[in-house]
């Protein structure tokens, strides 16, 4: 079993940036590759990036890319991920997981309960 904990979410003006976190914990978490995705009020849950159990691959969405940034630091069990020139669309519940290394969310076994982001125009 692996425990996810999201933090670093809040309310930002476009054009600003935030960092968020993912605390992990439980049996081999490290092993995992892990990714987020958003969710925006009456949308779909959405894939935004992921990130390979070691660190060394990782993919966006074509909306973020040049945009966000996404690691981990296998050392803390944490993910980050660091949003810049954020805009308002970026507005969203933010979720960390942990399973399959891809952008399908079927591919991850292990959720966080999410981080709320509101960008303000």
């Known amino acids: 079993q692996v425990q996810l904990v999201e933090s670093g979410g809040g309310l930002v003006q476009a054009g600003g940036s935030l960092r968020l976190s993912c605390a992990a914990s439980g049996r081999a978490s490290s092993t995992y590759a892990m990714g987020w995705f958003r969710q925006a009020p009456g949308k779909e849950r959405e894939f935004v990036a992921a990130v390979s159990w070691g660190g060394g691959t990782t993919i966006y969405t074509d909306s973020v890319k040049g945009r966000f940034t996404i690691s981990r630091d296998n050392a803390k069990n944490t993910m980050y991920l660091q949003m810049n020139s954020l805009k308002p669309e970026d507005t969203a519940v933010y979720y960390c997981?942990?399973?399959?290394?891809?952008?399908?969310?079927?591919?991850?076994?292990?959720w966080g309960q999410g981080t709320q982001v509101t960008v303000s125009s």
């Open positions: 997981a942990a399973g399959t290394f891809g952008s399908a969310w079927y591919s991850y076994n292990y």
